[in-house]
């Protein structure tokens, strides 16, 4: 049974990693290239906060950690700064996941909602006191705000897609083991 | 399932070290680019190098498709098109008659004065692979790098005008900081008043002029080109028009299509100055001859 335990964590594990190299890759397409006008939500934030409050095991820190450093590299930022906020956020949602099952949805987003702005204001904070180049404050509120919205949108997409159910309180899975 | 939980709890504070040691390791990544910024890029261009070629095959197909529905989206305004094209081209018509004529009273001009055309303005020609992934830079990473002799500093032009500059050269791949992104500067020349100005990008499509002696001399519609100031950048590259901004600024509407890039012509241009290191505080030069003379 231990093994078998052990297999599915292993196979959420991956399934994360690909979901987020997935997002990674579909960001890169040159599309729509050229300055935009508007900034959409961090996909890839939003997919590490629901795994980790739905199957907090199917991300572990170090499997966050390398995607977000990665990301980091790819995507021009400052290396390693979002991803140690997104570890520090992803911890303390950790903590909190098995509160979130006995509360309504809507607590459950406000919560995240409030930490996502949260990260987003301590990400440019940091930036500002190393004096570093600033991205466009409107743009840096647009993404925020929309990454918060798109909370509920990736919640159900994660249940459709990866079967990331939201559980109740000593919900058991289909072997008896704890969820 | 009391194992389970055991476990949980008998791995809680070797979990907590192990978070700690990321997260150490993390902050320790981020300072050492803070000191050393040039080292920790050009491990970026590493690993940009690594990763992104090795999607090359899935990038290819799937713009493709997603170009293809643009494209078939188009079909619907294409009866107003056509008529847009002919007129277009009736107008292209008239020019390409004054191109021809000039080009022959320039090569008369030129055989006349025994001019030889500079070599040196090569072009290694690269694909557009990837755009930056975020809404706050504008870049693209082309497929050509190290291996086929790109090097930093060159400039990226697509068919008409300037499109960016080489900031990070992998052995396979290389990136081109776009003039609309927000460390984009380059030193411009306005025509006809040749006033000398600096190009900033500031993450909009049309990116304003800065530090233009008269602003009055300028007109929207005069042509913008390089200035070649401080011999990092080749001089007369096209760059587009001086156009007036909403926002009342000067700003220039670029030639090339930085929505649309797709094949980029890299300019084999020789740098007189390199540029090694962050660059020291500039004072006036007679500052310490003062000091000396007082």
């Known amino acids: 049974m231990a093994t078998d335990l052990q297999s599915r964590v292993w196979f959420g594990i991956c399934i994360y990693l690909v979901a987020s190299t997935a997002l990674i890759y579909v960001a890169l397409l040159p599309i729509n290239m050229g300055p935009a006008s508007w900034a959409g939500p961090d996909w890839l934030l939003l997919l590490a906060l629901v795994v980790v409050i739905r199957r907090p095991k199917y991300a572990p820190v170090l499997a966050i950690a390398l995607v977000f450093l990665l990301a980091d590299f790819i995507f021009q930022r400052p290396p390693a700064l979002w991803t140690v906020l997104v570890v520090w956020l992803t911890e303390l949602l950790r903590k909190r996941a098995p509160g979130f099952r006995s509360m309504p949805f809507s607590v459950e987003w406000t919560t995240v909602a409030g930490m996502i702005l949260a990260v987003f204001a301590v990400n440019r904070l940091f930036l500002a006191i190393l004096i570093m180049p600033l991205p466009p404050l409107g743009l840096v509120v647009m993404q925020a705000v929309a990454t918060a919205l798109a909370y509920p949108i990736v919640s159900v997409l994660s249940r459709l897609v990866m079967g990331l159910r939201r559980t109740s309180v000593g919900e058991l899975d289909a072997r008896g083991q704890r969820l | ?294």
């Open chain 2, 1 to 294: 399932m009391a194992r389970d939980r055991n476990t949980d709890d008998f791995f809680g504070p070797i979990r907590k070290l192990l978070v700690g040691v990321i997260v150490v390791a993390l902050l320790a990544i981020f300072l050492v680019w803070r000191i050393d910024s040039p080292r920790v890029e050009r491990f970026r261009v590493m690993i940009v190098d690594r990763f992104v070629p090795s999607f090359e095959w899935a990038l290819a197909p799937v713009t493709g498709v997603a170009n293809l529905v643009a494209d078939f989206q188009s079909y619907s305004q294409l009866a107003a098109q056509n008529s847009d094209l002919r007129r277009e081209l009736q107008q292209m018509k008239a020019w390409k008659e004054a191109a021809l004529q000039l080009e022959q009273e320039n090569a008369k001009l030129l055989g006349l004065n025994n001019v030889r055309l500079d070599p040196k303005l090569t072009y290694v020609t690269g694909v557009v692979l990837t755009d930056s992934g975020s809404p706050f830079r504008q870049s693209v990473l082309l497929n050509v790098g190290a291996r086929d002799g790109i090097v930093d500093g060159w400039p990226a032009m697509d068919g008409i005008g300037l499109v960016g500059r080489i900031s990070g050269v992998g052995q396979k791949t290389s990136r081109v900081i776009l003039l609309a992104d927000t460390s984009s500067r380059i030193p411009v020349l306005i025509q006809p008043s040749g006033q000398r100005a600096i190009l900033a990008g500031d993450n909009t499509l049309n990116p304003p002029i800065e530090f233009l002696e008269n602003p009055e001399e300028v007109r929207p519609g005069d042509r913008v080109v390089t200035s070649g100031d401080g011999e990092v950048f080749p001089p007369d590259l096209q760059v587009g028009q001086v156009a007036l901004g909403n926002d009342r600024r000067l700003r220039v509407r670029l030639s090339a299509d930085i929505e649309r890039l797709e094949f980029l012509r890299v300019l084999r241009a020789q740098p007189i100055e390199e540029v090694t290191d962050p660059g020291g505080l500039l004072t006036p030069e007679n500052l310490e001859v003062m000091a000396n003379g007082n």
